[in-house]
């Protein structure tokens, strides 16, 4: 008796503990069984055709995955069409979808459970007024009767897929994390749109420029932060000039000087967000006809950011890559245009220091009165625990972000930023993609407000064009670069640039336009944009082979993203081996450096001499300013390479060399030779004996993460060559996303490739098919179809459900 | 053996529609049924599992080209996706193994 039942107490015992998620481990019983658990989402053979009938589709659709699983949609109408693209976007990019909104909505806690680290990413995420800002943008949204229909159809197709999944069914990811999925709304798609205004956007490096006058003094501010390097070319060529009479506000007599630097709680964005675009006119190309070439830099992940999609209706017939959440694609091309953006790092995040009545922080100063705040209740709630409940408060200029405890004035910071306005971004892809030519380009591009991007564009009509675009609010020199004062009116953002009066240029003299991320345009453009761009190598190097280049194919413009050449090697390589005490080397240091004086600055990933250079430079970098910045314990701002570049061959005595640690005042040969042993003992360290070991391509550690972190479900070390500064923006996991090369004649065609697939399933040989494509730079010729075809992989044929 | 052929037949259509923790039931019933000692109760009814949802998985690996359980493998920290057919088929036979015992001793009690 008493053994029978400690049996049976024992087999309830082992059944509860494999149902249980214990920690981040699975349902053990859940998750291996082979019927239901995630074996169910091993894909033993393609897809097959299938006919469905699902409710609240208007018409009949097709949805057609040719050989590499694009999705193609051939609707009837545009209610259908954008219900297609939620229905197939759910279907194979589902997890993809909900994390991402969950992450902008600060709801990971939800999902993940007690974790301090996700907890204060939610909590960030409140206090950076995501959600506030996501239900503002939805009331403007609701204003537009197109694009409010269009928000739900795509929610309504997610829907229609997500209501038919089985527990089994799901994707894998919700088996390991023992969750199921939400229903989807275009809240959530406003949340996706908010998650990557702060991809883009969401820096600010206020505190730090305030922290590196304060320490530094102006002149040097000027001399590293104001002052282009000499080779920079300016998105907007030299051509171009101003013919409108701009209102500059008035600058305040003198800079406000912040209380402290410290603690504004900041999100920096991740490093080598940026892209590259290029366009070039008919007069330099072999048929005739512009090319458009575009590719974006982002972290690289699995599935990719990116999905191919084509959408065909009696009113659109496109294709591009989309977001997942979103309705329409952001680059890609119809029957008459091509267009692909770049990020442009405007200045459109401020910093304010507040002054509040006391420490009820209901009322605060400005323009000469106490302003009452508001306050919202942001809960966060916690899976299996307790939720979190934060106030936040916000005054005119947004939410009040955080405080500084450890001071005896407390400094409380708010944030103004670009990303928290009413716009209705959506409508500008909506519009683009339907665009026939460069004034509708234009038109389209109005609505567009958070984060300025560079818009490249080309016409079947003949047209080049690039425009920075967003809503660029008028600011005075410098205004908005340093901490502000939250009570003084003058520092507060007044008005916009008109459109007609945005930096662009259509069809100028040299034939091409180009962006890379860097200054947007030169001194003579009236308003103040920003200061932080990125280093002027990529685009110089663009503009450069441009320039030279004639009778252009689209292979060529494919050979040229591939392009690993590196300005900043050039540019300070024969100075490091001149200053180089070769004397001081042993006999390994000697022998590799003969491989440095014959390097031809290719970021390759066979070479050596690449990774070298880059542990070179950056031990140099540290030992110039970080003994000095170090010592002032504040958060402060780097200068960027190029620019330190320029003043170490100008000045190779600069003050920074010295190294303050140290009584002797250390030159700049002992600096570079001490940097150059530095980088070879962490060479060594690492990759072992010179050799293979030391090839860029496997010293790069290029891994393609699972976007959930999930180890096992990304791609490690792809091998692969690149660099911040080359065209092929390749490192680290982050670079070229989407590769993209369009020809506007006589037909339309387009070719590219992104390191990832069309399925978001792990299980499935398509989740990762494309990679390696995309590290050899051989871009697949995209099918971009002009009705429907005869033959595909696997096609859905839909019947709405009476 | 007998034993283990039945619950593997059993689990098998059971586990097509109810969930997994479903796979007990065949062998309490199959273990009290039979009623044979609780040792060789014990193997018999986990070697039924251990069959059914380690071939199955088999199946699974090899038709999918091992692409996911080579992904599991790397996500439990384990060296190979044979080891996750492994761990699979141990669960299920562990499992059923226990209820298998349990039937058993069930119906061994009364017959004593």
Redesign the interface.
């Known amino acids: 008796?008493l053994?029978?039942l400690s049996?049976?107490i024992?087999?309830v015992a082992?059944?509860v503990t494999?149902?249980t998620k214990i920690g981040s481990i699975p349902p053990?019983?859940?998750f291996?069984?082979?019927?239901?658990?995630?074996?169910a989402?091993?894909?033993?053979?393609i897809p097959e055709s299938e006919e469905l009938n699902i409710e609240g589709l208007l018409d009949n659709v097709s949805i057609v995955f040719d050989e590499r699983r694009v999705p193609h949609i051939f609707a009837q109408n545009e209610h259908d069409l954008f219900f297609s693209q939620g229905y197939v976007t759910a279907q194979q990019r589902l997890f993809q979808m909900e994390i991402q909104t969950y992450d902008a909505a600060g709801r990971l806690s939800e999902l993940i459970g007690e974790n301090p680290a996700v907890q204060e990413r939610d909590r960030t995420t409140r206090r950076w007024g995501m959600p506030w800002a996501a239900e503002r943008k939805i009331n403007a949204y609701q204003q537009d009767s197109t694009i409010w229909a269009i928000l739900n159809a795509y929610a309504d197709g997610a829907n229609a897929y997500i209501s038919t999944l089985e527990p089994d069914e799901y994707p894998?990811e919700y088996k390991?994390m023992d969750i199921a999925p939400e229903e989807w709304s275009p809240l959530k798609s406003v949340h996706l749109e908010m998650n990557m205004y702060r991809t883009l956007s969401g820096g600010s490096s206020d505190d730090r420029t305030s922290n590196t006058i304060a320490y530094f003094g102006e002149e040097y501010v000027e001399k590293f932060f104001g002052t282009n390097p000499q080779q920079m070319e300016p998105i907007i060529p030299p051509s171009r000039t101003w013919d409108f009479e701009p209102e500059v506000p008035p600058s305040p007599d003198s800079l406000f000087v912040p209380k402290t630097g410290k603690r504004i709680q900041y999100f920096d964005p991740k490093a080598g967000v940026g892209s590259n675009n290029w366009v070039v006119h008919g007069s330099k190309t072999k048929n005739g006809h512009p090319i458009l070439v575009g590719d974006p830099h982002l972290s690289l992940s699995l599935p990719s950011i990116w999905m191919e999609i084509q959408l065909n209706a009696p009113t659109i017939n496109a294709y591009g890559v989309s977001f997942q959440g979103l309705p329409g694609y952001l680059i890609g091309f119809n029957e008459h245009i091509a267009y692909t953006e770049t990020n442009v790092a405007l200045d459109v995040m401020d910093w304010y220091e507040i002054e509040f009545k006391d420490e009820r922080l209901n009322e605060y100063w400005h323009d000469g009165q106490w302003k009452p705040t508001t306050k919202r209740i942001e809960q966060v709630q916690v899976r299996d625990a307790e939720a979190i409940v934060d106030t936040i408060v916000y005054t005119h200029h947004g939410p009040v972000s955080v405080t500084n405890p450890d001071s005896e004035a407390p400094v409380y910071h708010a944030m103004r930023w670009i990303a928290h306005e009413a716009d209705i971004g959506i409508r500008t892809f909506y519009e683009l993609s339907k665009a026939k030519d460069y004034d509708e380009f234009v038109d389209a591009l109005r609505p567009f407000g958070a984060g300025a991007q560079a818009f490249a564009f080309a016409s079947t009509e003949g047209d080049i064009a690039i425009w920075v675009n967003g809503k660029l609010p008028k600011k005075w020199k410098y205004q908005g670069r340093t901490v502000s004062d939250g009570t003084d009116p003058a520092y507060d953002w007044q008005g916009w640039i008109p459109h007609e009066e945005k930096p662009f240029v259509k069809n100028p003299e040299q034939g091409f336009v180009s962006s890379a991320n860097q200054e947007p345009a030169h001194d003579t453009y009236p308003y103040y944009l920003a200061d932080k761009f990125a280093p002027y190598e990529r685009g110089r190097r663009i503009n450069d082979l441009l320039r030279e280049k004639d009778d252009i194919t689209p292979q060529d413009m494919m050979d040229m993203q591939m392009d690993n050449y590196s300005l900043h090697a050039e540019s300070i390589m024969p100075n490091l081996l001149e200053w180089l005490i070769v004397d001081s080397l042993d006999f390994e240091e000697t022998e590799f450096s003969t491989q440095m004086y014959v390097w031809n600055y290719e970021m390759n990933a066979d070479l050596q001499q690449p990774g070298f250079f880059y542990y070179w430079w950056r031990e140099i970098t540290w030992s110039i300013f970080g003994d000095e910045y170090g010592a002032t314990g504040e958060r402060l701002r780097l200068p960027g390479r190029d620019r330190t570049v320029e003043v170490l061959k100008a000045e190779p005595d600069f003050f920074l060399i010295d190294d303050i640690e140290t009584e002797k005042k250390e030159t700049i040969q002992e600096i570079v030779t001490a940097a150059y042993k530095a980088a070879y003992n962490t060479m060594a360290t690492y990759n072992g004996n010179v050799g293979a070991s030391w090839n860029w391509g496997r010293v790069m550690n290029n891994d393609i993460d699972h976007v959930g972190q999930?180890?096992?479900?990304g791609a490690n070390d792809v091998y692969s060559g690149g660099s911040f500064e080359a065209i092929n923006a390749t490192r680290f996991g982050y670079g070229p996303s989407w590769r993209m090369v369009v020809e506007l004649g006589p037909e339309v065609r387009g070719w590219g490739v992104y390191p990832g697939g069309i399925s978001g399933n792990?299980?499935?040989?398509n989740?990762d098919e494309f990679i390696e494509n995309w590290r050899t730079g051989k871009h697949f010729e995209l099918n971009f179809y002009r009705e429907k075809p005869e033959n595909s992989l696997f096609e859905l044929s839909i019947k709405p459900l009476k | 053996m007998k034993i283990s052929v039945l619950i593997l037949v059993s689990v098998f259509i059971l586990?097509?529609f109810l969930?997994?923790?479903s796979i007990?039931i065949p062998g309490l019933l199959i273990g009290y049924q039979f009623k044979e000692e609780?040792i060789p109760s014990f193997l018999w009814g986990f070697l039924g599992v251990f069959l059914l949802?380690g071939g199955?998985?088999l199946y699974?690996?090899i038709?999918?080209?091992g692409?996911?359980?080579?992904?599991?493998?790397?996500?439990?920290?384990v060296g190979s996706p044979l080891i996750v057919v492994l761990?699979?088929a141990v669960?299920?036979g562990?499992?059923s193994g226990?209820?298998t015992?349990?039937g058993s001793?069930?119906n061994?009690?009364k017959a004593n």
């Open positions: 008796m053994k029978s049996s049976f024992v087999l082992i059944i494999l149902n053990l019983g859940k291996f069984d082979p019927d239901a658990g995630f074996w989402n091993a894909e033993t053979h894998v390991i999930i180890p096992g479900f792990p299980g499935s040989p989740y | 586990n097509l969930p997994w923790w007990a609780p949802w199955h998985a699974i690996h038709a999918n080209d692409i996911l359980s080579t992904r599991i493998a790397e996500m439990l920290g761990i699979t669960f299920g562990l499992v226990f209820a015992m349990t001793m069930m061994q009690k």
